[in-house]
């Protein structure tokens, strides 16, 4: 059982724990006329099977309540002692009140990314996440990586991703982008199916494990279905075909030694390139940036011409040096 769901049974065991106590304490004040404080007693002594003596005379009624106040409170005091001494075991305060610090965090966060999956795959798209500095939140099963993670200074749930609460937790409803990338194409399924109804507008990017699993994945709401077997493939084939290409690529991606990069930029409303065209912007002599496409809506133009015009709302595929990309992200907004 994951964390959140531990401390959650927790939480409603001392709820039902505490509940029981009023009802004894109520009890012995109604039926004994019993003071507050010596009903609390009373009912303390009972429930725990402590065994002291009476502290004031009990009448039938009395006798009658304490048997069925014994009978059902020591059950469910024994439970929640259980439960929470099972929690503690578990886990450790640090780490529970660490718990609760993110879920304030994540809570906090809006237009994010959530990663379901942190295997292989998923490290690597923590790392570049990290380090361009996106706000994100990783939802994972395994409690010594979550631990790892949460080291790391990550965000991270520990659960399963396809369970309503734990994307819920992550505040799936106010993210912008999710990553699937379970170890299993019908989990991602399900899980696509379920992102989907919790969040219409959500952009979903899922890793396909099977070579036929593209068509079901895309019927579940998926937007992009990517194979990391295919795509290797392909890279391994095209770097001995053509390595000079492959090589430039590898230069142009974010992460990499090169100062180069291959930067999609959108344009804000109030931009001062919105309403300009790429040679009234100046774009390659004032950034020093090739505009290699520019999408709108669904439709993307490939080398778009010097006069063509930049709207609110249009990405930039902007290919230079990394100091001239940030220039016109500043630019953009």
Known sequence: MELHTKLGAAIR??????AVLAFGTVGYVLIEHAPWMDALYMTVITV???????IFPLSSGGRIFTMVLALSGVGVMLYAVSVVASLMVETDIRRILGFRKEH???????????LCGAGRT??????????????????ERNAEQCRRLEQAGILVIQGDATERQVLEAAGLARAATMIASLADDAHNVYMVLLARRLNPGLKIIVRAVGDSSDE????????????PYRTGAMRIAYTALKPAVIDFLDASLPGTNADLELAEIRIRPGSQLAGETLASANVRQRFGLIVVALRRGEKSLFNPPPDTAVEAGDVLVALGPTHSVEKLEQASV
């Open 13 to 18: 065991m001392a709820w039902l724990a505490i």
């Open 48 to 54: 725990t099977t402590i065994g002291f003596r009476e």
């Open 104 to 114: 304030r965090m994540i809570d906090k966060l809006t237009r994010h990314i959530v």
């Open 122 to 139: 998923g490290q690597t798209v923590i790392d570049i996440l990290k380090a361009r500095s996106e706000p994100f939140v990783v939802i």
């Open 216 to 227: 079901p994945l895309k019927l579940a709401g998926a937007d992009t279905v990517i194979n």
